[in-house]
Each structure stands twice: as C-alpha cells, then as structure tokens.
C-alpha cells in the first residue's frame, strides 16, 4: 500500500512540474518510451528466467536439489539452531538458499516466506533470533550465479553478461558475513538489556 502513494506522488509531482514548466509533451513522449522500454526489458529477461528456473526444476527432479540441501543442513543447522530439527522449516530454508546460490530471487521468495510463516507460527507470531536470522540470510544471500543481474545486461547488449561474478561472489559474502555478524550482536545486546 505504501508503495501505491509512493508512486501516485512521483507520477502526481512529475505531471505538476511539466504543467509547470510547460513540457507536458515530453512528460507523454518519455512516459511511452519508458513503458515500451520496461516491456522490452521484462521479455528479453524471460527467457534466462525461464531457462534456469528450468535447471532448478530439473535438479529438483533428479535429487540435485535435494542432495544440495542435505549439503547445506550442517551449516544451517548452526545458523537457525531452534529448527534443527524440524523437517519442513528446514527443508524451505534449503531450497531458499539453493534457489538464492543459483541467483534466483524469484524462485527463492515463497520458500523463504514459507519458512519465515512457519518459524512465526510456531514462536506465536514473535520475530525470533532465528527468523531475524532468515530474514537477514535472505535479503544479503550468496550468490553463485546471479542469474537476474546477468539477464539485465544480456537485455541491455553486454557482450559478456557473467564478467561479474567475482564483485558479485566478494559484494554478497561480505553482505552477508556483516548481516550474520551483526544479526548475532544485536540478538545479544538485546538479549542482555532484557534481563
């Protein structure tokens, strides 16, 4: 809802100020180009979400995924130790982190919101230490192949859209090493102002 006034405000100051200025024709000329531009951006991009939400898909069947998630339950076991053992939160957390290894973002939204409800509903709706965790997890999360980041400049005419990989694998595991740092001091601070 917020992003609905956020948007009626730029769109309402941007159409006052060419009133203004007397640019209401440009206003219309730049408002056309963007949306026929956003239209081409949004199709050139389907066909590289299409294709690795495919691969996932395909992994998924063949064990891949599966097998990637029993790799990742150690370290998640540490990061979210109140649902260790619980299979279903535990099994979305996987798959929103192989989702998110992979540059998936769209993929990996409804297993986070999934293991985020769940987390919720068995802590009373109380945001946790391990929700805290997720949730900061999933916005800093690593990824290996940003698979969105690489369609956008494969749309815009990149000639080698992956030669970012390295700033990508450094920006994200630093993201999220400070995220996990800092979600792990403030959990405790808060913890010891409580008692």
């Known amino acids: 809802m917020t992003m609905a006034f956020?948007?009626?405000?730029?769109?309402?100051?941007?159409?006052?100020c060419a009133i203004k200025t007397g640019r209401l024709e440009l206003l219309?000329?730049?408002?056309?180009?963007?949306?026929?531009?956003?239209?081409?951006?949004c199709l050139s991009m389907a066909?590289?979400?299409?294709?690795?939400?495919?691969?996932?898909?395909?992994?998924?069947?063949a064990g891949l995924a599966e097998k990637l998630s029993r790799l990742l339950r150690p370290l998640l076991g540490v990061l979210y130790p109140g649902f260790r053992r619980d299979e279903q939160v535990m099994a979305d957390i996987s798959a929103n982190v192989s989702a998110n290894?992979?540059?998936?973002?769209?993929a990996a939204t409804p297993f986070g919101v999934r293991a985020a409800q769940r987390m919720?509903?068995?802590?009373?709706?109380?945001?946790?230490?391990?929700?805290?965790?997720?949730?900061?997890c999933n916005t800093a999360s690593i990824q290996l192949i940003p698979v969105s980041v690489a369609a956008v400049r494969a749309a815009e005419g990149a000639a080698r859209p992956f030669d970012i990989l390295p700033a990508v694998w450094m920006a994200s595991a630093i993201s999220v090493a400070v995220g996990i740092a800092a979600a792990k001091l403030l959990?405790?601070?808060w913890e010891r102002?409580?008692?």
Request: glycine share 18%; net charge positive; proline share 0%.
């Open 47 to 61: 066909g590289a979400m299409c294709l690795w939400m495919g691969v996932m898909e395909v992994m998924k069947r």
């Open 120 to 136: 919720a509903g068995k802590s009373g709706g109380a945001a946790t230490r391990d929700l805290i965790m997720l949730i900061v």
């Open 187 to 189: 959990g405790f601070v």
């Open 28 to 41: 219309g000329a730049a408002a056309m180009t963007g949306a026929e531009e956003a239209v081409r951006l």
């Open 6 to 16: 956020i948007w009626t405000g730029m769109v309402a100051v941007s159409l006052l």
């Open 193 to 195: 102002r409580g008692r």
């Open 101 to 106: 290894l992979l540059g998936l973002g769209n």
